[in-house]
């Protein structure tokens, strides 16, 4: 937790004060939250659940460091927009991150083709199932649930739009620092969107 690997050994005489920092440490980690201690980079992730992505390690975050937040190819989807507005309103976050990536699951069909592979494999309409069971009265009325479902067919372009969803947002305050970031799988490392490799050879040849 926190810093504790960079605390000095206690000096003779001084072991009490040691043992009472230590005591506050905790109790200030314990009770971060009813206490106002943000998190120690002020920092909200949002990210895919894919395993292959190490949110952590690719930026370089501790234990304690940032509110995470994995979804499905890392879409700002309604439950991101809560748990954002929350954390920059209420908990001092003053920086989002989106982390999406390179051969996403949700690459892999389009939109109806996975609606129709869940109703098949459910046996269920998705147009008359419970999107959200603590909330049944909550549908998306005029929208189609493919949209729901939200597949990905270039994910540069669905990075940037997640960054737009989040600086466009009125729950989310304007001062809140807002960026993204495609994971390579391929190569484990981070790139802007729209800074694809390929692209960059493309340019340097066609000059
Ligand atoms: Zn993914």
């Not at 120690?40 to 234990?63: F, H, N, S, T, Y």
């Not at 729901?148 to 372009?157: A, E, F, P, Y």
């Not at 990075?159 to 600086?167: P, W």
């Not at 809140?176 to 694809?196: K, N």
């Amino acid at each position: 937790m926190g810093d504790s690997s960079n605390e000095s050994e206690p000096e003779p005489g001084q072991v009490f004060e040691w043992v009472d920092g230590r005591i506050d440490q905790r109790d200030d980690w314990a009770r971060r939250r009813r206490k106002d201690i943000p998190t120690d980079k002020q920092l909200l992730v949002v990210a895919c659940m894919d395993e292959r992505i190490p949110v952590e390690e690719a930026l370089g975050l501790q234990l304690g460091d940032a509110h995470i937040f994995r979804n499905a190819g890392g879409k700002v989807t309604d439950d991101v927009i809560r748990s954002a507005a929350l954390s920059t309103n209420f908990f001092d976050t003053t920086e989002i991150i989106v982390v999406n990536h390179t051969d996403c699951g949700m690459m892999s069909a389009l939109d109806d083709a996975v609606v129709e592979g869940l109703e098949a494999a459910t046996d269920e309409s998705l147009a008359e199932v419970d999107l959200n069971p603590a909330l049944p009265s909550l549908d998306i009325g005029e929208a189609s649930i493919e949209d729901w479902v939200w597949m990905t067919d270039d994910i540069d372009d669905a990075c940037q739009t997640q960054i737009e969803y989040l600086r466009e947002h009125p729950l989310i305050p304007e001062e809140v620092t807002i960026h993204g970031y495609v994971y390579e799988v391929e190569s484990d490392a981070l790139r802007r969107p729209g800074e694809r490799v390929s692209e960059r050879i493309d340019t340097r040849v066609s000059e």
